[in-house]
């Protein structure tokens, strides 16, 4: 069975603090692992990971996949309040079913 | 990406009643799908919105309780059927757009079913 785990489950931090939130996972016919961020209802696209090694970055945010090692990481550098969320990170298969699997996210809390 | 857009964003509902979530996107778009996330939990598909052919229902979702309309490349709609609240969720439209498999989300509709 397809599966991916998120650790660590929830975080709290300064702001100014940076942070590492992980994600493994076990899946047949990989395709792509993606991040998202949600705040109130929607989640929010972030990256989406394909090749091993390479770093995907948006400003404080980056990320990147180890396809040998079946993991992956986001970096959120200079933590603010605004990054407060639950971050999510899914899998997507090869072939037939094009559905995401969902890890249980990571609620991350930015203090001031 | 698409404009994905859902009504209504918000629902208290009563107890074996049904409600009808619409989802609009702003460009055609092959693949559709919809979500639960239960309180505390991460996303669940539901299952994937077909133009012109029933829904794919993943294991534990059936079409009596969760009946999918597709009529065209931009529009679906789910009814959550003979509602417990067990059914309050936050259910959430989706759009695949691209050949890697990412997906883009509509805003939400939050249910309560009291």
């Known amino acids: 069975e397809d599966k991916v785990v998120q650790s660590p489950l929830s975080l709290v931090v300064h702001e100014g603090d940076t942070v590492t939130l992980n994600c493994s996972y076990e899946?047949?016919?990989?395709?792509?692992l993606l991040w998202y961020k949600q705040e109130k209802k929607a989640p929010t696209f972030l990256f989406m990971l394909t090749s091993s090694g390479i770093e995907k970055k948006s400003g404080r945010l980056s990320s990147i996949l180890d396809k040998k090692e079946l993991f992956s990481i986001l970096n959120i550098t200079a933590t603010q309040t605004g990054d407060s969320a639950i971050y999510l990170c899914?899998?997507?298969?090869?072939?037939?079913?094009?559905?995401?699997?969902f890890g249980k996210g990571t609620k991350l809390t930015v203090n001031p | 990406s698409a404009v994905i857009s859902q009504k209504p964003s918000r629902d208290i509902c009563q107890r074996g009643t049904s409600l009808t979530i619409q989802c609009q996107v702003d460009?055609?778009?092959?693949?559709m799908f919809w979500y639960r996330q239960q309180p505390g939990q991460s996303l669940t598909l539901i299952a994937t919105a077909n133009q012109g052919s029933e829904a794919t229902y993943e294991s534990g979702f059936v079409i009596d309780k969760f009946p999918i309309s597709r009529p065209n490349l931009t529009f679906s709609t789910l009814t959550v059927s003979n509602m417990s609240p067990e059914d309050s969720s936050i259910y959430l439209c989706?759009?695949?757009?691209?050949?890697?498999?990412?997906?883009?989300f509509g805003p939400g509709t939050r249910l309560t079913v009291t």
């Open positions: 899914a899998v997507s298969r090869m072939g037939g079913s094009e559905k995401l699997v």
């Open positions: 460009s055609q778009v092959t693949m």
């Open positions: 899946v047949t016919n990989f395709r792509s």
């Open positions: 989706s759009v695949d757009e691209g050949r890697l498999g990412e997906q883009y």
